[in-house]
């Protein structure tokens, strides 16, 4: 049995404490946050040993695992003290706000050893893992041209400020959003060399995005990042990836995997040239448990098994959200760029072209002046 805390009762904290309880390999040996009723209710019907203070947690309970779902401007002290300590780390995305502390920290990590992992469950989704084989395998080619989306419906009104509705705190559709689709990008075509175009664009918040747009470009061709959480058409996040190469094309969401082939592809077994379909049921094993999807088991199952086997190197680890924080902040900055625009008045308008002999009296007969 692996002991485990849990650190930040909202809704993820509150959904991964439900399925830490249930895994067969954890032991539930602390929880920890600052709203009291909530301590005291699990406190009063689980018997689970509840805390308000991190520090006092850790030093006391001694997990050897911990899973932090706490706003994002908090991961990195609560990361670190976890560290120091010689605990194994589970953390909410983003990782940390800034790329730099991100990579700091991962160091950190891989220097004490520590089974590091962060929470985009979109790897585990039977549908985007299979894109990750193709590619592997090269159905498709080379990349050169991919498109990655994520809508939902999150800010739909003018609302108060919570952490989600401030920059410094972690909020806004780049860092809540846009993060899942980049981190796919990220997985299946490594870090971009630049981006540009970039907008920010407020909907119905006052400080922060609820739009996000922005071109990655890659040594051997371009991604499209679009990304809106004030949608409304959408009943929850959906999250769309789209891959154009020189043998075909792969569109995937949550539900399916659509695959072009060219004759000239590399066929993987089980697929032919034309057309392919495949569920992300028949790509799926059965959950050990099921709570709002199979890819959130599935995640803290992975970690469970890399904590218990050691295994550093592993799927979302520190180092690989390091890069996807790097894409994030790479966008922020240049949405920021007043300089990268070029504005419609300031192209010269084309210069009128003489018509030849031909050209005007074939005007004369249309009765054009």
Known sequence: MIDVAVVGLGKMGLSHLAMVRAHPEVNLVGVCDATGYLLDLLAKYTGVATYKDLDRMLDEAKPQAVIVATPTHLHAGMIRAALARGIDVFCEKPLVIDPAESAEIAALAAAERRVTQVGY????????REVKRL??????????????EAYGPVVLKPAGRTWR???????GCLYDYAAHPLDLLSWYLG???SVSGSQLTSIFSAQIDDAVASTLHYATGTAQIIANWSDESQRKMTTKISL????????????EVQVYLRDTAPIPDGYRAGWNVRYTTDLTETPWFYLRGEEYSAQLDHFVQRVRDRDVTGMNDFP??????????????????????????SVPAATPVKRGRFASALSALRGEG
Do not use: C, K, Y
């Open 244 to 255: 154009w190469g020189p043998h075909g094309r792969i569109f995937a969401d949550r539900q």
């Open 121 to 128: 469950h979109n790897r585990f989704v039977g549908a985007f």
């Open 165 to 171: 509705s401030q920059r410094s705190t972690g909020g």
């Open 135 to 148: 590619l592997d395998h090269g159905a498709i080619g080379t990349v050169n041209t991919a498109l990655a």
């Open 191 to 193: 870090q971009p060399e």
């Open 320 to 345: 690989s959200a390091a890069l996807t924080d790097r894409v994030i902040s790479m966008i922020g900055e240049d949405a920021g760029r007043e300089d990268a625009r070029l504005a419609t008045d």
